[in-house]
């Protein structure tokens, strides 16, 4: 590949985390020339489990690894790699004692364990959960920790990843989906949950990604996961206004290079020149 190609690595915690928030985005960037490479930390081996015909506890690690995978063949990722850490479940649930969930992994181990996957994909950017991790999920808040550990290890190289950006949810877009949604007699989310997650640090939006014309194709990678989701998705039962505002912009936080308050709004990434390379 050329010394100057743009090369992504997205680092998540469990499949289904790109879905919505990132899955537009890399499919942008793959039909730019990109090469995209998805990390998961986990294999959700404890998440929910929406049709028992699906998968078992037993096996719902397995499924929903081969879920990932076709998610991401979706939108045009085929290079999608899995650390061995368990999923350590919602916090405050039993998973979180288990010594294999990733919320109890040593952090030297961790970080050494996504730094080793950047040395070998060599990418110019970093996408990974911002310090709320969304919703507060403890595997979430792991991957943000470890994540931005070994990218400010790896970027002190000469040929290390160059920009870092946090995904930035539209907590205001979400608010009204529930509203929209409450107003027809459907519950979205615990209220535990919602009440938990507005008390959340949430960093400024600075990058809009504008991948309208690719809505429907992320709808389609997401209903991939069918072990997490309901036969009804939300989105099918949205105002065409809401359900296009909600998939056609992907939000983002920049990190490196340091973002500056008042600097206009990004539309594209910043360019990482002087990285990657084989």
């Not at 990843?161 to 409450?182: I, N, S």
Request: net charge negative; proline share 8%; aromatic share 6%.
């Amino acid at each position: 590949m050329p010394a100057d190609m743009q090369r992504l690595l997205v680092v998540i915690a469990h499949p289904d985390d790109e879905s919505f928030g990132i899955g537009g985005t890399m499919a942008r960037l793959r039909r730019a020339g990109w090469p995209v490479t998805l990390l998961c930390a986990t294999r959700g081996e404890v998440g929910e489990i929406s049709d028992p015909m699906l998968a078992t506890p037993e096996t719902l690690g397995q499924v929903r690894e081969r879920e990932l995978r076709e998610a991401c063949a979706v939108l045009g990722v085929e290079d999608v790699r899995f650390l061995d850490f368990r999923d350590s479940g919602m916090a405050g649930t039993p998973e979180n004692a288990d010594p294999r969930a990733l919320c109890n992994a040593a952090p030297a181990a961790a970080v050494e364990a996504i730094a080793a996957q950047m040395r070998d994909v060599r990418p110019s950017l970093v996408i990974t959960w911002d310090p709320s991790g969304g919703y507060g999920h403890p595997d979430h808040l792991a991957v943000h920790r470890h994540a931005t550990a070994a990218f400010q290890r790896e970027a002190a190289r000469l040929d290390g990843p160059r920009a870092l950006y946090y995904m930035a949810l539209p907590v205001h877009l979400f608010e009204q989906m529930e509203a929209e949604l409450r107003s027809q007699g459907i519950q979205f989310g615990s209220d535990d949950l919602r009440e938990a997650a507005r008390d959340l640090p949430r960093l400024s939006v600075t990058t809009e990604i504008d991948v309208s014309g690719l809505e429907e194709l992320k709808v389609e990678s997401g209903r991939k996961h069918a072990t997490q989701l309901p036969p009804d998705m939300p989105f099918d039962r949205l105002s065409p206004e809401l359900r296009r505002a909600f998939l056609s912009v992907e939000y983002f936080h920049r990190v490196v290079p340091h973002w500056h308050d008042g600097d206009p709004i990004e539309h594209e990434f910043v360019p990482a020149a002087g990285s990657g390379g084989a």
